[in-house]
């Protein structure tokens, strides 16, 4: 089966077109500058095979961009999906399993769309089409908060009247679980072991957005994101943990409106409001090689940078003890050798030490960048949510094989 998986961010569509069961990547690549004209051109990155084009076309919609990457896939007749996948960011408390999509699903992942305003609402229009060019094409959501529905009510409870909480469905949902449930599933087989048996802390570090989750039985237990993706780690452009009281002296002191606050905490915060330049941590971490010791706007934001990981580690590798791994993901991650080293120095006490040369380069992923006699083992690994989105589809159109294609259409009920 040839499954297309579509990750569809506010700005860009990455795409895949992998071979299921076996995983084989036939096509892929990305659409970048999605949306109204920006100073970098909007381009398609494609690779087949061992070719890679580079096109610089306009994509002002993600609908635009898919019919674009459709265009490059229908070039080669060997590129043909037989169903779609799509990364849904947010599924709410409803959707906690992937699931085929229909008029009736749609309306209720619709409903949901001021959980992930930037997110859910282009991957939706995506969705529909992908439904009017390929009317029986099974597609399929599969949601990046399923991952977090293992985390206990205690955990996933913020203390608000219960009434209020209710009615509103407020409570932690976390997000990158499609990334901290590949990386989890990846470490396990890495490490020889059931995904059931494993315990786990996953730092899923990314030039954008970043969290930990951690992973009990294989199972998360807890993640730093809540609610929205807005608290836990700083991020590029986003605050990360902050009382709630700052909101509101921003909204009566500083007059500013809820959409502008909004904008303030999600666009303007993070690593580029605290750094004034750049919203790239490994471009602080380059300018703060030469300031050390100096109270310097750069050396802060590096260190509270880290402080909030470090914070999040600790409490997160006693709540999954004993833990067997500590998996670090995506561009930072992955990329950063001195994140990593930084993030763990000092917990010897757990058990955990890094291998300083390992950690330097640590060759081909994954990798294991611990030390011999280090309890705990610091592996790197790339995270690939293209695959997983695939794999989840594919487990979802299996478990009902004999469904007709009419039964996926976008048209509802209707035969």
């Not at 069961?21 to 381009?43: M, N, Q, T, W």
């Not at 849904?88 to 085929?100: K, L």
């Not at 237990?221 to 921003?250: E, F, H, K």
Request: charged residues 20%; hydrophobic residues 40%.
């Amino acid at each position: 089966m040839r499954i297309l998986s579509l990750n569809c961010g506010s700005s860009s569509l990455k795409y895949s077109l992998l071979s299921m069961p076996s995983g084989e990547e036939l096509a892929g690549g990305e659409a970048r500058g999605v949306g109204p004209p920006i100073a970098v051109p909007a381009s398609i990155v494609h690779r087949c095979g061992t070719g890679t084009v580079r096109r610089t076309v306009p994509l002002p919609d993600h609908a635009s961009a898919f019919a674009r990457v459709m265009d490059l896939l229908s070039a080669d007749p060997r590129l043909h999906a037989d169903a779609v996948g799509h990364r849904i960011v947010h599924g709410g408390a409803r959707f906690t399993r992937p699931v085929r999509l229909d008029r009736r699903t749609m309306a209720e992942l619709d409903s949901l769309g001021d959980l992930a305003p930037l997110h859910n609402p282009p991957t939706l229009a995506l969705i529909a089409a992908c439904a009017e060019r390929f009317p029986a094409l099974p597609q399929v959501a599969v949601f990046d908060t399923a991952f977090h529905a293992t985390i206990p009510e205690f955990a996933r409870t913020y203390a608000l009247p219960a009434a209020l909480r209710d009615r509103l469905a407020i409570r932690k949902y976390g997000f990158h679980g499609i990334s901290h449930g590949f990386v989890t599933g990846e470490a396990a087989e890495f490490l020889g072991r059931p995904r059931t048996a494993l315990n786990a802390v996953s730092c899923h570090l990314g030039s954008g957005g970043g969290s930990l989750c951690a992973v009990k039985g294989g199972k998360s237990i807890d993640t730093t994101m809540g609610y929205s993706p807005l608290p836990g780690l700083v991020m590029s452009t986003r605050c990360g943990d902050l009382d709630p009281a700052v909101t509101l002296r921003l909204l009566a002191r500083e007059r500013e409106d809820s959409a502008a606050v909004e904008n303030i905490l999600h666009g303007h915060s993070g690593v580029l409001g605290m750094s004034g330049f750049s919203s790239d941590i490994r471009d602080i971490f380059a300018r703060a090689k030469g300031n050390e010791g100096r109270c310097s706007r750069i050396e802060v934001t590096a260190q509270l940078y880290l402080w909030r990981i470090r914070r999040y580690l600790g409490a997160y590798l006693t709540a999954a003890a004993p833990v067997a791994a500590l998996i670090f993901t995506d561009s930072v991650g992955e990329g950063v050798p001195a994140v990593r080293e930084a993030a763990c120095a000092g917990l010897e006490a757990f058990g955990l030490s890094l291998d300083p040369s390992r950690n330097e380069a640590p060759g081909p992923l994954p990798a294991d960048v611990a030390a011999d006699d280090s309890a705990v083992r610091v592996l790197v690994i790339h995270t690939n949510e293209e695959r997983a989105i695939a794999k989840a589809v594919y487990g979802c159109l299996c478990a009902n094989p004999n469904a007709h294609p009419s039964d996926h259409r976008m048209e509802g009920d209707r035969p």
